[in-house]
């Protein structure tokens, strides 16, 4: 990576600037705000329905068509409201969720995880929050770090809730109240995902992606990714693995993330915010390439990444930072920056 190519990795905050390629897909027009924005037509047409908020790099739908958006705290400008909100299936109008003081006025969240039906856990600047109504209303149940900040969090086995961090993987044993330092404490943690084996696959900066089959205890690197940044992860109910590496498009594993191939790519300097795998096994991947125009796609593959078409198109320093899919088909994402 070049000193003037910079790529901005999603879920580790550190703002990276890039620039994007032309495409013929249609453009959205550059916004003044950030937000959410939602399809119901798989793709076809996008409405704004969640407006004048800053950016939103968490965003999370649950098996009934509630949907939780987070704002982080990185980007300040006037106007911007930051917060947690939350929207229900039988009321699609976005509310915003009652938040321990004094995070309503300035949050900033990286991760949304839902441990339970009802029950969400939000991390990153202002601690560990959690609520018990999907989103509704929220306590603080661990405070932030002293120097950390919480990035990134995974479901992990028998219960136990991971957090990748500027200097570790942590884990808790009692819902998010305690943490402990346990591996990988010379990296960044960027990415984590829980294989069907119980697997724990890390992705890091500058670090590449790390395989631990002993409850992080051992770790092996994949020598597929030295040195490298992972920006983004996602698991298909196949068991299928996937992987957005930066500067190199997006990858799949099939055996548990020893072997990776690229599905995905937008040539050199391919960065990916984020990466999905909806309900209805459908990959979205937010990503796009370098110079000299800003430019973030939403593609879709239907077929594991064999084909994909480009469903959305945004520009002008705005980024997709995240990616929710809900039961009946609606797609919604954040919208972020690719830099300030």
Known sequence: MTVNVLVRTLRVGTIILFALLMSRAPALSAHSDYGVLQS????????????????????LADAKGNLIA????????????YGIYHSTADAPD??????????????D???????SDTRVLAAGGVGVLSSADR??????????????VFQVLAAGARGTILAGASNGLYQSRDDGRQW?????RNKVVSAIVLTSREQIVAGTVQGG???SSSSGATWTPVAA???ATVSAMATDSSGRLYAGIVDQGVFKSADDGRTWTRILSFGKNTATYALTVTPQGNILAAAGSCCPVNEVYLSRSPDGGKTWRRILRVTDSVAIGSIAAGPDGSISVGLSTVGD
């Open 40 to 59: 119901k037509d798989g793709g076809k047409t996008w409405q704004k329905v969640l407006d004048g908020t800053a950016v939103i790099d968490s965003l």
């Open 70 to 81: 987070a704002t982080a705290g990185y980007l300040s400008g006037p106007g911007m409201e």
């Open 94 to 107: 976005w509310a915003m969720s009652t938040m321990p003081a004094p995070t309503q006025g300035n949050a």
């Open 109 to 115: 969240i990286r991760s949304l995880l839902a441990v």
């Open 135 to 148: 989103g509704a209303t929220w306590i603080k149940v661990s405070q932030p770090l002293d120097g950390p």
């Open 180 to 184: 402990v330092r346990f591996a990988l």
């Open 209 to 211: 992606l790390y395989l």
């Open 225 to 227: 990714f030295p040195r």
